[in-house]
C-alpha cells in the first residue's frame, strides 16, 4: 500500500493522504468544532482528551493541530505546544509556557506589542536565573535586566494586566497543547496544573491536555494535595478541566480492519502476497491467540513496526506466518521469547530427552512450559495464548497438545520449529554459515543448464561442509514437488563424495554426512527415468569417490523393497537397466582397483578399501574373483582382513552377522575358511603386537562364526 507509514509518531495508515480508519480525522474536526464553541462562551478554558493509553490521543492532537495551522486566516487559531517534561519546576514551566505562546504569535508588527507584552510578563514573574537560561542573557545584559526590574513598571500583576490587554486587542486564540500528563510525577503534575488554572489563565489563551484518566488519577493520589483517595482527585480534576473530550471507543471491528489493512501494507512494502495455506494458518492463529493483544491502535502499530522493521533480509527466506507469531512473541514478550533459543534443541525435536523426561505425559511437558513462561514474566491470563503459539511454531510443543503435525511440512514452509531454519528468525537475517534462499535456487538452475556459477559453486561447497543439512534442503524443495536438476545434482557431488567434512549429527550423531549423501543420491536417482539412470551411474563412477557413491545410490534403490542383504543384484535382475548399471560401475571400480594390484595389501588406500567395499553393491562374482586372484598372486588372507575390518569396533564385535555376509560377498566364506584353516584350527596364540593382537581377534571371530555354522549344521 503506497504511502504506508509505519515509523511516525502517528499509526500508520491513519494520515492526511491515507484513510480515516480510526476516525480520528472526523473527531479531529469535532474538537475543533468545540474550540469554536467555547471560545464564543468565554476567553480562556481548559479542554482535556482522555483516553487509554495506545488509544491514539496523540494522532488526534496531531490532526488538530496540523488542521488548526493549515486553516490559519486572519481570525483563526493560533498553535502552541508545550511539553512539560521537559521543565523541573513552576517557574522554567511557566517561563516556557508564555515564550511558547510569544512564539506562536505571528512576527510582523500587528502582532509587535502583544509579543512584546507576553514576553516582559513572563520575565516578571520567572527568577533571574531561569530568565537568563532561557534566553541566553550574558553578564551585562542580566545586570540591565535587574536595572530594568528594579526602575520600571514590572510587577506581576502590572505586566499581566498589560499582557491580557494585548491578547484582547490581538484578538486571535491561542491554544496551547500538552501531550501525556499522566506520565508526569505527582509534583510535575500539579505544577502543570496550577500554572494552566491561575498563572496562564488568559485572555483568548485556552488550552487542550490529554491524558489516560486512571493513570492520571492514580498519579494524583500520590500528591501530598489530594492524598490517597481517588473521589478527591476527581473533584481536584473538575476543578481544573472544563470541557471533557472522551476518545471514541476503538471498536472490536476497527482493530480488526486495522490489522488486515497494516498487514496489506506490510506485505506491499516486501512485494508479499499470502498463500491460501498461509491466510487460513494465519487466521486461525490470529482469532485464537493474537486478536485478545491487539487491541489499540498503538499494540497494532508496534506490532506491525516491528515486522517491517526486521523483515528486510529475511523476505522470502522465512515462513511469513511463523514470522509474524515471532515477532509478536518478542514484541510483547521478549523474556518468553528469549526462552526459544534457550531451549533451541528442545523446541527443534534434536536434542535427547532427559532420561527422567523419556516417560513424560503430555501434561507434564506443558505444565512444564507453563512454569518457564510464568517465571519469564507472562501474566496469568496469557500463558495459554502463549503456549498456544508454540504449539503453532513447534512440533514438540504441539504434539504435547494433543496435535499432530508433519515435521516435514514444517522443514518445507521454512518454519522456524526446523533446526535448518531456526537461527534465521533470531538473527533477523541469513547466518554466515547458512545459504539464503535465492542462492541456492539459482545454483540450482545453474547446474540444471550447465552454465558454472558463483552460487553453484557455493552449494556444492556448502554440500561438502554442511552435507545433512544442504541434503535435507534439497530434500524438503523434492517433497514439495519443486522440479530438481537431479542428473546434475548427482554428477555435481560424485567427485566430492570422498571429502564430506560435516560432522555426524542427529541425537547419537548417527547421522553422517556420507550417509545423508547416500539417501539423496538415491532419490534423485529415482526422479531419474530408468533408461537414463545406468549412463548417469557410468559418469558418475568415473571418479574413485563418485564410484562408491553410484554404487550406493544403486544399492539403496534396489534394496528398499528388498531384505537387507549385501548382494543386491539377484533380487532385481528382471530389471534391464540395473544389470546395465551393475555392469557398467563394476567396471568403472576394476579400473580403479587396477593400480592396487600390484602393491602389498598394506598398502590400499582407504580410497581402495572404500570402492572394494562398494563393489560388492554391484557384481559380487567379479568382486570375489578379483580379489581371490589377488590372494594367490600376492596378498595375505589374513593381511587383507586386517585392512578391510577395523581394529576399533567397541562396542560392536570386529565381525557381527552383517560384517559376515558382507565378507561372503567379497570373498566367499568358504573360500575364506579354506584360506584360513591352518589359523583357525590352530590353537590361538597370544599376540606380541597391536597388528597381531587385532588379526587374532579377527580369527578369533571367524572361528566362533565357522564352529556356530558347523554346529548348526550338524
Known amino acids: 500500500m503506497a504511502g504506508a507509514r509505519f515509523f511516525n509518531d502517528e499509526p500508520f495508515l491513519d494520515h492526511a493522504e491515507g484513510p480515516d480508519l480510526l476516525g480520528h480525522r472526523q473527531y479531529a474536526q469535532h474538537v475543533i468544532s468545540l474550540l469554536d464553541r467555547v471560545r464564543a462562551q468565554t476567553e480562556t478554558g481548559v479542554l482535556a482528551l482522555i483516553g487509554p493509553w495506545g488509544s491514539g490521543k496523540s494522532s488526534v492532537l496531531g490532526k488538530v493541530t496540523r488542521r488548526l495551522r493549515e486553516t490559519a486566516n486572519d481570525d483563526g487559531w493560533l498553535v502552541a505546544e508545550l511539553n512539560p517534561w521537559l521543565y523541573s519546576d513552576l517557574e522554567s514551566l511557566t517561563l516556557a509556557l508564555f515564550s511558547e505562546i510569544r512564539e506562536a504569535l505571528p512576527n510582523d508588527g500587528r502582532w509587535s506589542d502583544a509579543r512584546e507584552k507576553i514576553g516582559v510578563f513572563g520575565k516578571a514573574i520567572s527568577p533571574l536565573g531561569k530568565v537568563t537560561a532561557l534566553f541566553g542573557l550574558d553578564s551585562e545584559g542580566l545586570i540591565q535586566e535587574v536595572s530594568n526590574r528594579i526602575s520600571g513598571d514590572t510587577s506581576a500583576s502590572a505586566t499581566k494586566h498589560k499582557a491580557e490587554e494585548a491578547l484582547r486587542k490581538a484578538g486571535h486564540p491561542v491554544l496551547v497543547v500538552m501531550d501525556d500528563l499522566d506520565r508526569l510525577t505527582p509534583e510535575k503534575l500539579l505544577v502543570v496544573f496550577k500554572l494552566v488554572r491561575l498563572v496562564g489563565h488568559l485572555p483568548n489563551v485556552y488550552y487542550l491536555i490529554s491524558f489516560d484518566e486512571q493513570t492520571l488519577l492514580d498519579v494524583l493520589q500520590r500528591s501530598k494535595l489530594v492524598g490517597n483517595s481517588e473521589p478527591r482527585a476527581r473533584d481536584f480534576l473538575e476543578k481544573i478541566i472544563q470541557v471533557r473530550l472522551d476518545l471514541p471507543a476503538f471498536r472490536e471491528r476497527d482493530a480488526d480492519i486495522l490489522v488486515d489493512r497494516s498487514l496489506a501494507a506490510v506485505l506491499a512494502s516486501h512485494s508479499l502476497t499470502l498463500t491460501l495455506s498461509e491466510q487460513e494458518r494465519l487466521s486461525e492463529v490470529y482469532y485464537r491467540h493474537l486478536q485478545a493483544r491487539l487491541r489499540t491502535p498503538r499494540a497494532i502499530k508496534r506490532f506491525f513496526g516491528q515486522v517491517d522493521a526486521t523483515l528486510g533480509r529475511l523476505t522470502g527466506n522465512v515462513d511469513i506466518v511463523d514470522f509474524l507469531i515471532v515477532t509478536f512473541l518478542r514484541t510483547s514478550e521478549p523474556r518468553a521469547y528469549r526462552l526459544l533459543w534457550q531451549h533451541r534443541a528442545e523446541l527443534t525435536g534434536t536434542s535427547m530427552d532427559l532420561p527422567s523426561r523419556r516417560d513424560e505425559r503430555p501434561e507434564q511437558r506443558i505444565d512444564r512450559w507453563r512454569t518457564r513462561l510464568q517465571d519469564a514474566g507472562v501474566a496469568q491470563q496469557h500463558l495459554d495464548g502463549v503456549i498456544g503459539l508454540m504449539g503453532v511454531l513447534f512440533t514438540p510443543v504441539r504434539q504435547a497438545l494433543g496435535h499432530g503435525i508433519n515435521l516435514q511440512a514444517i522443514a518445507q514452509r521454512r518454519g522456524i520449529g526446523s533446526i535448518d531454519y531456526f537461527d534465521r528468525y533470531m538473527v533477523f537475517g541469513i547466518p554466515d554459515d547458512d545459504l539464503p534462499e535465492r542462492i541456492f535456487d539459482t545454483a540450482l538452475q545453474q547446474l540444471a543448464d550447465g ?264
Not at 526422479?527 to 568415473?542: F, G, Q, V
Not at 570375489?624 to 598372486?633: K, S, V, Y
Not at 587385532?694 to 571371530?701: F, M, S, T, V
Open 451 to 714: 552454465t558454472p556459477g558463483t552460487e553453484a559453486d557455493e552449494l556444492l561447497l556448502r554440500l561438502r561442509d554442511d552435507t545433512q543439512r544442504i541434503t535435507r534442503r534439497i530434500g524438503y524443495k523434492r517433497a514439495a514437488g519443486t522440479p530438481l536438476p537431479a542428473a546434475a545434482l548427482l554428477k555435481a557431488a560424485a567427485p566430492h563424495y570422498g571429502h564430506l567434512t560435516a560432522a555426524p549429527q542427529g541425537a547419537l550423531g548417527l547421522i553422517t554426512a556420507d550417509r545423508a549423501m547416500d539417501v539423496l543420491a538415491r532419490d534423485l536417482l529415482t526422479d531419474l527415468a530408468e533408461p537414463d539412470r545406468p549412463s548417469i551411474l557410468k559418469t558418475m563412477a568415473e571418479t574413485p569417490d563418485g564410484a562408491v557413491l553410484a554404487a550406493r545410490a544403486l544399492q539403496r534403490v534396489t534394496s528398499r523393497n528388498d531384505s537387507d542383504s549385501p548382494d543386491r543384484t539377484q533380487a532385481s535382475a528382471t530389471l534391464d537397466w540395473i544389470g546395465e548399471a551393475c555392469s557398467l560401475i563394476s567396471q568403472e571400480i576394476a579400473r580403479h582397483l587396477a593400480p592396487s594390484a600390484s602393491r602389498p595389501v598394506d598398502e590400499l588406500t582407504e580410497s581402495e578399501i572404500t570402492l572394494l567395499w562398494a563393489w560388492r553393491h554391484t557384481a559380487s562374482e567379479a568382486t570375489r574373483a578379483w580379489i581371490n586372484q589377488r590372494l594367490d598372486e600376492a596378498w595375505t588372507t589374513l593381511g587383507l582382513l586386517a585392512v578391510l575390518l577395523p581394529p576399533n569396533q567397541a562396542p560392536f564385535p570386529v565381525i557381527g552377522n552383517d560384517t559376515l555376509q558382507s565378507l561372503d560377498a567379497l570373498i566367499g566364506l568358504e573360500a575364506l575358511y579354506s584360506r584360513l584353516r591352518p589359523h583357525l584350527d590352530a590353537p590361538a596364540a597370544t599376540p606380541d603386537s597391536s597388528q597381531d593382537e587385532h588379526q587374532a581377534r579377527i580369527l578369533q571371530a571367524l572361528r566362533e562364526h565357522r564352529d556356530g555354522d558347523t554346529a548348526t549344521s550338524s
